[in-house]
């Protein structure tokens, strides 16, 4: 089974900082104008970092359909590499609109993977003048995207670990769970903030239930993540319903109104939430 990797701004900032070191060292080493590093994503491949040297050839960002890349070429070659000295000129890569697009000649790519040989995306280096590259130079552009792929797996270890500290369990398209567990501090807070609202956005979300049951008040004092979080995602369009109220915060609300100011449905548990929502599970024959 394949990996899936997300592409907010703020993953992979391991394999972007390097690779930006490595970039320098590749240019000068392959004598190209550009390296740059791809990511593949459902329908198209995405360039994640990229480094030109004179000519800004390929910027951040970039983004084209799966099927039109050289990527796809130098993912499905039985070597997990693809050369031409001539974009222009190679009967395969010259139909293809990216080599129209880009004017460059000289190509070398190799597949980038994580450290469990699932496909991130590519490792490639191109320059507008014709090059011949040797498979010296082939085996020294796979040894950098190995550099790369225990990187991919270090983002992608603090990825995730990010997310345990911020539970979200899907139910179904459009409705997701926010379990709030022990103690919010203000680094939980930032995470709580920055992953849900980016969750709720990328997966389109209608309905997020919040389930504070876990929660530990520290100090009598309700943590203000909570009202920001729903307050901005009312803002974005999401429906958010609250259980799980303990008699602890309950009572501590009594002093404190802003939980009940906001404008949420509150229940006593999911199965009322899901209930509120109308959605239920049917057992089967």
């Known amino acids: 089974m394949s990996s899936q990797y997300n592409l907010a701004s703020s993953e992979f900032q391991s394999l972007k900082t390097a690779s930006q070191r490595l970039f320098n060292i590749i240019s000068e080493h392959l004598n190209v104008n550009t390296a740059y590093v791809t990511k593949r994503g459902e329908h198209e491949m995405t360039v994640l970092s990229s480094y030109n040297e004179h000519e800004e050839i390929i910027p951040e960002g970039y983004s084209v359909e799966y099927g039109g890349t050289y990527c796809r070429l130098i993912i499905s070659d039985d070597n997990n590499a693809m050369t ?15 080599t129209s697009q880009l004017d ?13 040989g699932n496909v991130f995306g590519t490792l490639c280096v191109m320059d507008k003048e014709e090059k011949q590259f040797s498979d010296e130079d082939i085996h020294y552009l796979k040894s950098m995207a190995e550099i790369l ?3 991919i797996e270090l983002d992608q270890t603090k990825y995730n670990m990010d997310y345990l500290t911020v539970p979200i369990i899907p139910i179904t398209q459009g409705i997701s769970i926010l379990t709030i567990q022990g103690i919010i501090d203000e680094q939980r807070s930032a995470k709580i903030i920055n992953n849900v609202l980016q969750y709720g956005s990328s997966q389109q979300i209608e309905y997020f239930i919040i389930d504070l049951s876990g929660l530990v008040i520290l100090d009598g004092n309700f ?8 307050q901005s ?4 369009g999401i429906e958010t319903i609250i259980t799980g109220i303990s008699p602890e915060i309950a009572k501590h609300e009594v002093n404190n109104i802003q939980l009940l100011q906001l404008k949420t449905k509150t229940v006593q548990n999911l199965e009322a939430a899901l209930d509120y929502i109308g959605f239920y599970l049917a057992e089967k024959d």
């Open 84 to 98: 031409t000295e001539n974009l222009m000129k190679d009967e395969v890569t010259q139909q293809l609109e990216v």
């Open 223 to 230: 943590p203000q993540v909570i009202i920001q979080l729903v």
């Open 104 to 116: 460059v000649k000289g190509f070398l790519g190799v597949t980038l993977t994580d450290s469990e």
């Open 149 to 151: 792929s225990h990187l």
């Open 233 to 236: 995602l009312q803002l974005m």
